[in-house]
């Protein structure tokens, strides 16, 4: 099979533990973003990952590596958004407010459109 077909085919399965017995994987996992875990070699099983190097069993399952990240640290991390918008200018406006208006959110483009 063609690398790059099967990559399209790990990223649209998601699995939840990928090991690449390849010659070329260095190559190749930059390529792959849709796998709770990445196990590269014939000496890396499964088990490595869930038992000595850290990533927990906890991982992604049913494709969900698709929008989610295994078990972390940094699951328990609160983090806030800062957002500071200097100026705006009717580019801005307009642009933020046709989003908005195309998710029907009438007060958030109302919100934008009374700013100077």
Known sequence: ???????????????EHLELLIKNAKNVVPKIYNAGAIFVGYNTATAVGDYWAGPSHVLPTNASAKYSS???VMTFMKRSSYIELKKVNS???KQIADFANAEGLLNHKKSIEVRK
Do not use: E, Q, R
């Open 70 to 72: 295994g078990l972390s």
């Open 91 to 93: 580019v801005i406006k």
């Open 1 to 15: 099979m063609d690398t790059n077909k099967a990559v399209d085919m790990v990223n649209d399965i998601a699995p």
